[in-house]
């Protein structure tokens, strides 16, 4: 790959999933897709109604977070959002795993948990991406839940939630990218703020990008904030 003639913008999803986000705000990234031709806008499910009207003239795509920040739900709930979500509009859905499954070694529930949600996508043609929440796992655990992924059949593993104590770090991305192979996408969030740190990310092994700091780093800048 040349490093040099990276095309940021289409590997950007243009994130806005905090709590207090209003409409506007929401119709502001929107707005800002649009212009900088990202790849996504990813949301909370509610606003996937607006965000699929807001883009419905443009190329980019709508994206829907599921059991969004902590996992922890019920696996039919996160099966019933998905298909709410599919419905409303969403292109993409990026659902997290229920960590304390992964934790507790019960595998049968862990691997259920991610099925009923591929289940769903897959039904309606839907990429999926599974969010691994890196800063929680061991090496060993983000290895095991990245070969899970991949032996079912999801579209990529995403690093983090941009919620917990961590975000995306070039050792993690290289190492899902070493499990999982050619097969799936990799997508690193949380902290991926400049250009500098998106170019990292992407020689690890990125092939997607979750940040709210998407129009910095297609323009060079340093965004700061603190964040997803």
């Known amino acids: 790959m040349n ?39 990813c949301v909370n499910s509610c606003y996937v109604p607006l965000v699929s009207k807001e883009l419905a003239s443009s190329n980019v795509k709508t994206c829907s977070v599921i059991g969004f920040p902590l996992g922890a739900c019920l696996t039919s709930v ?6 709410a979500a599919i419905e409303a509009g969403a292109d993409e859905i990026d659902m997290v795993i229920n960590v304390g499954f992964l934790k507790s070694k019960n595998m049968d529930k862990f691997i259920d948990d991610i099925r009923q949600v591929k289940v769903v996508t897959a039904g309606a043609g839907v990429l999926l991406k599974v969010i691994l929440e890196t800063c929680l796992l061991s090496k060993d655990e983000i290895k095991k839940a990245s070969e899970i992924c991949r032996d079912l059949d999801v579209e990529f593993v995403k ?12 050792e993690d991305v ?10 799936l996408g990799v997508k690193a969030s949380g902290g991926v703020r400049d250009t500098a740190t998106a170019l990292a990310m992407i020689k690890a092994g990125a092939t997607r990008l979750g940040s709210s700091s998407g129009v910095a780093i297609v323009s060079g800048e340093k965004d700061n904030h603190n964040g997803y």
């Open 3 to 41: 490093y040099e003639s990276i095309n940021y913008a289409k590997y950007i999803d243009h994130t806005l999933l905090k709590m207090d986000a209003t409409e506007a705000d929401i119709k502001a990234i929107c707005k800002q897709a649009i212009e900088y031709n990202f790849f996504s806008v």
């Open 78 to 83: 996160k099966a019933f959002e998905t298909k």
């Open 159 to 170: 690093t983090s939630t941009g919620f917990s104590s961590g975000g995306a770090t070039v």
């Open 174 to 183: 290289a190492l899902m990218r070493e499990t999982v192979g050619n097969k």
